[in-house]
Nanobody, 115 residues
Framework: QVRLVESGGGLVQPGGSLRLSCAAS????????MGWYRQAPGKQRELVAT???????NYADSVKGRFTISRDNAKRTVYLQMNSLKFEDTAVYYC?????????WGQGTQVTVSS
């Protein structure tokens, strides 16, 4: 069983930056594909970015060039650096860990972009 705890969300002005962190406990962290997803009010949850055990990354088109996902296997943590934030980035951001049939989610952290 893997437990994921996100942190780093908050209120930021348009154009600002935030860094989200997701700390994992349990399981063998390096094998998991780690991801960040988000859900805005009234919308479905959507992929933001993923990173494999080999550090290959994948991004939603809406965040390419602005967001960077990274992982530190020694710290069992995955990060999401968010720059040039826009109003439409406002959402609850969820951390995800996947390996074969295993699929774990964090509780989410709120990111609000507002002037």
């Amino acid at each position: 069983q893997v437990r994921l705890v996100e942190s780093g969300g908050g209120l930021v002005q348009p154009g600002g930056s935030l860094r989200l962190s997701c700390a994992a406990s349990g399981g063998f962290f390096p094998i998991y594909v780690m991801g960040w997803y988000r859900q805005a009010p009234g919308k479905q949850r959507e992929l933001v970015a993923t990173i494999t055990r080999g550090a290959s990354t994948n991004y939603a088109d809406s965040v390419k060039g602005r967001f960077t996902i990274s992982r530190d296997n020694a710290k069992r943590t995955v990060y999401l650096q968010m720059n040039s934030l826009k109003f439409e980035d406002t959402a609850v951001y969820y951390c995800n860990a996947q390996f074969q049939l295993e699929d774990y989610w964090g509780q989410g952290t709120q990111v609000t972009v507002s002037s």
